[in-house]
């Protein structure tokens, strides 16, 4: 499932350089993430490295945007283009 960042971000900026696919970004009040883009650092790395960096521990799995590992990588794949012959 993709990621989200909850209210309790304090707005640090350690977050969004840390996505490989440009899944983060400044919102009205808080970084977000979009679900479309999140696959939880599957394909690029072992764990999520926003949720490594987060100072406060705000970003969660996202409840409305529930996926398996394979759909995770399946969509790393159509991001990065991974696995294209």
């Known amino acids: 499932m993709a ?3 909850t209210d309790e971000c304090i707005n640090c900026d350690v ?6 696919n440009g899944a983060i970004s400044q919102g009205d009040e808080t970084y977000v ?3 479309s883009l999140c696959t939880e ?3 690029h790395y072992e764990t999520s490295q926003c949720v490594e960096v ?3 521990d705000c970003i969660v799995k996202d409840p409305n945007h529930e996926e398996s590992e394979d759909e995770l990588r ?3 794949e159509r991001i990065t283009g991974a696995g294209s012959s």
Not at 15 to 20: I, L, R, S, T, V
């Open 15 to 20: 977050c969004e350089p840390e996505c490989p």
């Open 54 to 56: 987060c100072p406060v």
């Open 74 to 76: 399946a969509k790393f």
């Open 3 to 5: 990621l989200m960042i």
């Open 33 to 35: 993430i979009e679900p």
């Open 41 to 43: 650092c599957v394909g």
